[in-house]
């Protein structure tokens, strides 16, 4: 392969990595779809091909939904709770970030809903609405009519809406979320967290954390005390997370974020969404392999001072 064909398709593999990761919640399966779009690539006659950017969407789309429908990936979001692997603000696998939908896309509310459809329903979606793909366009990359596609957008959007809370943040309001939120958790007063959440709020867990099991409650007040409890800072939790982590307040997936580092590893994230001034839901990660990639991140970039030095 020449050099030119080579630079082709890198000049695309952010945009390929940002719809891979979109269909599948994994950067990591993510990266992996993009390798194999690559090798196919590789054997592929250029010559015959007309749009290469367009054949690589195809390709692309459909080794992520092959992913989708295998019965690993079946087993493995089946146990436990499944939760995206969360990314870091400025992340290039982010992707397009210009319009509402496009940020909304890849939060991790909307991404546990997309985890609810069919495949090519979450594709479509995907398609359409991150990536501004027309019915026409996406009827041809899914091999489906013009009309399926545009059924299938119709259900996603609805399916979507129901949970949607996005709102866009800064780092600054991201910090006084998280700051305010682990204020209320560390005095005490179960009250003051209820106070902070939505009477509908949500909190799921992966379970990698120190309950040791997959977690998901929809009580405020079983919210609020288990995280006034979790937030308690206590020897036999320090020999869990392998010493006293720092914790900071970033932005992850377009939202606030509470982050604990230790030694330069990131050892569990907690996202929160917003809706006005309360949380309607928490989502916290510790699974160690869904935070390789975050904690690649964290090494290269630079970060305000933490909240807690040594929790």
């Known amino acids: 392969m ?13 945009r390929l990595a940002s719809l891979a990761y979109r269909l599948l919640g994994s950067a990591a399966d993510a990266e992996d779809v993009v390798q194999d ?24 789309t459909n080794l992520a939904l092959d992913r989708l429908r295998s019965a690993h990936a079946r087993r493995e979001r089946a146990v436990g709770a499944w ?32 985890e609810r459809l069919p495949p090519v329903e979450r594709a479509v979606y995907v398609l359409r609405e991150a990536f ?29 809406a129901v949970g949607r809370n996005a709102a866009q943040v800064d780092r600054e309001a991201a910090r006084r979320i998280v700051e305010a939120f682990m204020d209320a958790a560390a005095s005490g007063s179960t009250e003051r ?29 079983r919210i609020a005390a288990t995280f006034r409890a979790a937030f308690k800072p206590t020897p036999a939790k320090r020999r869990h997370a392998g010493g006293s982590p720092s914790i900071h307040a970033e932005i992850v997936n377009g939202a606030p974020a509470m982050i604990a580092v230790l030694d330069g590893r990131v050892v569990g994230v907690v996202v929160f969404d917003p809706r006005g001034d309360k949380i309607a839901a928490l989502h ?3 699974h160690r392999a869904s935070l390789e990639r975050i904690t690649q991140q964290w090494g290269r970039t630079e970060h305000d001072a933490p909240l807690i030095e040594h929790w």
């Open 132 to 160: 501004s793909y027309s019915h026409s366009e996406i009827a041809e990359i899914l091999d489906i009519s013009v009309s399926a596609s545009q059924q299938h957008a119709l259900r996603a959007r609805r399916h979507v």
């Open 2 to 14: 020449d050099t030119a064909t080579v630079e082709r398709f890198e000049a695309g593999r952010s």
């Open 37 to 60: 779009a690559f090798l196919r690539w590789q054997a592929v006659d250029r010559d015959r091909i007309e749009v290469p950017e367009a054949w690589l969407t195809k390709v692309v």
């Open 284 to 286: 916290g990660i510790a």
């Open 193 to 221: 967290l209820v106070a902070m959440l939505t009477d509908d709020a949500t909190a799921v867990s992966d379970g990698a954390g120190f309950g040791g099991k997959p977690w998901f409650e929809t009580v405020p007040a």
């Open 83 to 114: 939760l995206p692997e969360p990314l870091l603000e400025g992340d290039p696998m982010l992707g397009p970030a210009e319009t509402f939908e496009q940020r909304e896309s890849v939060s991790v509310a909307v991404l546990m809903l997309l």
